[in-house]
């Protein structure tokens, strides 16, 4: 597995960083068998696992649950969790708790917190000095949705350019490891990379950033049917997964599945029980 001094090497030797996020015990064996070098349990957990149309309803319990099947498909992989929604905006003491049960009963490496406020600053610190790795997310950060007003790239002017960057600073400055920039101008998403000495992941940050990051479900065309502008599908599952069951409802339907080779025989006639009944 990468330490978080390797991913801080790959940084300063230019090798990218690759990143998926994965929900469950088969999506996680995939990404690491395949040779993923950092696996994201994100709260997106909500959206493309459970169907919800944002991600403010995951739970605590939710990342937990999901994080463990990951950590049980990918013992050897670098694991961030998301705190979900409001786990750590209502007070530092209830922040700093589930923080901890996140971190204890899922077996990862990191969690992550989107934003920088005060607060959020604060809790980066406290968790490091406490010996949880923290990853920091900027620029769109999907908690906020209600608050932007939607899905919106950000970071597209001088003043909230300079704040992302400053911001991007504060986060290092309190022990954030690595900082997740979603939906920003590609060009700054640079100059926020070279001004930081921890690893940039970019999901729509174009591709100065030391790694990227996307969704295992947008990758894989897998139950989404609206891609964001910043994903290149590299599979269609939907399609070869729809036309499967499509072929074992019309092979059961006509009874061309099961063949004897998916059945089990009995050798000899005598021993089946006597039908006396009848049908
Ligand atoms: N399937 C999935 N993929 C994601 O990347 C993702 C989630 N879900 N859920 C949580 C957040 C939400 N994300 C999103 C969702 C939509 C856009 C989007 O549609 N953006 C517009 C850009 C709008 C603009 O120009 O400002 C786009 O066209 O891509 C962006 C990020 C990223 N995350
Ligand atoms: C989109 C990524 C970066 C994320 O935070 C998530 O999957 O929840």
Redesign the pocket.
């Known amino acids: 597995m990468l330490s978080r001094l390797d991913l801080q090497k790959m940084k300063r030797e230019d090798e990218q960083i690759t990143m998926i996020t994965a929900y469950d015990y088969p999506s996680a064996k995939l990404a690491e068998e395949a040779g993923i070098d950092m696996i994201l349990v ?3 957990l909500g ?2 696992m459970l169907g919800y149309d ?2 403010v309803k995951v739970t605590v319990q939710d990342m937990i649950h999901h994080a463990k099947a990951v950590k049980r498909g990918a013992k050897n992989t670098f694991i961030v969790v998301d705190m979900p929604f409001m786990s750590y905006h209502v007070s530092l003491e209830a922040s700093l708790l589930n923080a901890q049960q996140i971190f204890q009963e899922t077996d990862a490496q990191a969690v992550k917190v989107e934003g920088a406020s005060e607060e959020v600053l604060l809790l980066v610190q406290r968790l490091t000095d406490a010996g949880i790795p923290v990853v920091a997310h900027l620029g ?1 950060t ?1 908690q906020s ?1 209600n608050v932007l007003g ?4 950000q970071g597209k002017d001088k003043n909230t350019g300079a704040k992302l960057l400053n911001d991007a600073k504060q986060l290092v400055a309190h022990g954030a490891i690595s900082l997740v920039l ?2 920003v101008p590609k060009e700054l998403a640079e100059i926020v990379t070279n001004s930081v000495s921890i690893p940039t992941i970019g ?2 940050a174009g591709v100065e950033c030391d790694g990227q990051v ?2 295992y ?2 990758i894989l065309k897998y139950g ?1 049917d ?6 290149k599908p590299y599979a269609d599952f939907n399609k070869v997964g729809k036309q499967a069951i499509e072929s074992y409802i019309s092979n059961v339907k006509d009874r061309t599945f099961p063949l004897d080779e998916h059945s089990f025989k009995i050798k000899n006639k005598d021993l089946l029980p006597n039908n006396s009944e009848g049908r």
């Open positions: 994100g709260d997106s959206m493309v944002s991600t769109l999907p949705v939607g899905y919106k790239v979603e939906c999901i729509g996307l969704v479900h947008d989404v609206r891609l964001p502008k910043f994903v």
